[in-house]
């Protein structure tokens, strides 16, 4: 049974960092998954963030983000972390990890939501001064 459990995120002032961890169980990590983190802002469908294919495939950022955030995987602890820099109010939401199996030929930019079958349970990420 493949389960994704998220920590992290929480309150901060704008221009503040913070961490969103995904831990995976069920599923390697280390082999090759199209991992995904994606937000979601109060009535409206999820979208995507940031996405990576593990085991040694290319990464993407959404223009928001990109510049100011990082995803890295941990192999050993089977955990997947987006590093959110420079945070703005617009980057407030529920912020959600996602996971399938792919190849490393996968254009997982491509993949909305509907492709991915693993979820963890969402983190509120909020910045407000």
């Known amino acids: 049974q493949v389960q994704l459990v998220q920590s992290g995120g929480g309150s901060v002032q704008p221009g503040r960092s913070l961490r969103v961890s995904c831990e995976a169980s069920?599923?390697?990590?280390?082999?090759?998954?199209?991992l995904a983190w994606f937000r979601q802002y109060p009535g409206l469908e999820r979208e995507r963030v940031a996405g990576?294919?593990?085991?040694?495939?290319?990464?993407y950022y959404v223009d928001s983000v990109k510049g100011r955030s990082a995803i890295s995987l941990d192999i050993v602890k089977n955990t997947m972390t987006l590093q959110m820099d420079s945070l703005k109010p617009e980057d407030t939401a529920t912020y959600y990890c996602?996971?399938?199996?792919?190849?490393?030929?996968?254009?997982?930019?491509?993949?909305?939501?509907?492709?991915?079958?693993?979820w963890g349970q969402g983190t509120q990420v909020t910045v407000s001064s």
């Open positions: 996602a996971a399938e199996p792919c190849t490393l030929l996968s254009d997982i930019q491509a993949l909305g939501q509907s492709w991915y079958q693993y």
């Open positions: 069920g599923l390697n990590i280390g082999d090759i998954y199209c």
């Open positions: 990576i294919i593990s085991g040694g495939g290319p990464s």
